[in-house]
């Protein structure tokens, strides 16, 4: 399936300000040592195979940021997008900012910062139909937003339920206006929260 992506690296880390964006952490994967960010994109272009947008919002410290990635001819579709409010709002308004750039038809997915791809991306045709938010079941301490469901339906999110949320979803062409004004209305929220507001308008289901 063809999608569009929105990649927020727009956060300071805590702890992290000499070092720089999370992003720019060198990890091994699959036997390549390479950026985070670099990791992040190949297996993303590798999902969108060409077709889709991705889009790159970039806050905190981007100059290094952008220098960094290999803008190579396989990440061609990438639009990079300057958070320059990245003190001052939360990940709903960096969502907002992403979000305004697909004017496609093609479902969104959003990744945030911290979210390290293991392997490519696979979603299934659910997207054109519903929002999906990926959990896993697997006990894990770096994320500690969960969610009460019921029937594959998420009730509702917030800290120590489970099953884990791991700072991904996709959004449904039909739902991407709704998904950007709740994300313009409350910019100062975490995208979680926006996603608990999005539930009386969205169809919205759990993925893992």
Not at 147 to 175: A, G, Q, R
Request: aromatic residues 8%.
């Amino acid at each position: 399936m063809k999608y569009n992506l929105v990649l927020l690296q727009h956060e300071q880390t805590k702890g992290m300000k000499s070092f720089g964006p999370k992003a720019l952490l060198k990890i091994k994967l699959h036997n390549k040592t390479d950026l985070i960010i670099n990791h992040q994109l190949e297996q993303i272009a590798e999902a969108t195979h060409g077709s889709g947008k991705i889009v790159l919002v970039v806050g905190f410290d981007k100059e290094r940021l952008i220098k960094k990635i290999d803008l190579n001819k396989k990440y061609k579709n990438i639009h990079i997008v300057d958070n320059n409010e990245y003190k001052t709002y939360n990940q709903a308004y960096a969502m907002m900012l992403g979000l305004k750039e697909i004017t496609n038809n093609l479902p969104t997915i959003v990744i945030d910062s911290g979210v390290l791809l293991q392997k490519p991306i696979s979603f299934d045709n659910d997207l054109i139909t519903k929002n999906n938010v990926v959990f896993t079941n697997k006990s894990t301490k770096e994320f500690d937003i969960g969610c009460t469901v019921h029937d594959s339906n998420i009730e509702y999110m917030f800290y120590d339920l489970s099953p884990k949320w791991i700072n991904m979803l996709s959004i449904s062409p039909k739902y991407r206006n709704i998904m950007c004004d709740l994300a313009s209305s409350h910019k100062n929220s975490n995208i979680f929260e926006i996603i608990n507001y999005s539930l009386k308008h969205c169809d919205t289901k759990i993925l893992s």
